[in-house]
């Protein structure tokens, strides 16, 4: 028996960062986009969360996030990433 599915599954990863304290408006306001992404923390407490995107919604996703720069203090966008997110 399979314990996956045989179908890959393709998602832009882009890693940002901000503040801890500013993760769970940031999580608020990604979800309130129309399925575009999907927030994770790899490490509590550091500051760094990934956004799991569909890539036909990235450029739509990215102009989100640069409006987002307004209400989320010292958002930075670091951009596309390859790290490993086992979770």
Do not use: C, W
């Not at 996956?4 to 960062?17: D, G, W």
């Amino acid at each position: 028996m399979q314990k996956y599915s045989k179908y890959e599954v393709k998602a832009k990863v882009i890693k940002v960062r901000m503040p801890v304290e500013e993760i769970g408006l940031f999580n608020a306001l990604i979800d309130g986009l129309p399925r575009y992404a999907l927030t994770r923390t790899k490490e509590k407490g550091k500051g760094e969360v990934f956004v799991l995107a569909t890539p036909y919604k990235v450029k739509e996703l990215m102009e989100a996030m640069e409006g987002m720069k307004k209400h989320i203090k010292d958002l930075e966008i670091l951009g596309e990433t390859d790290e490993d997110l086992t979770f």
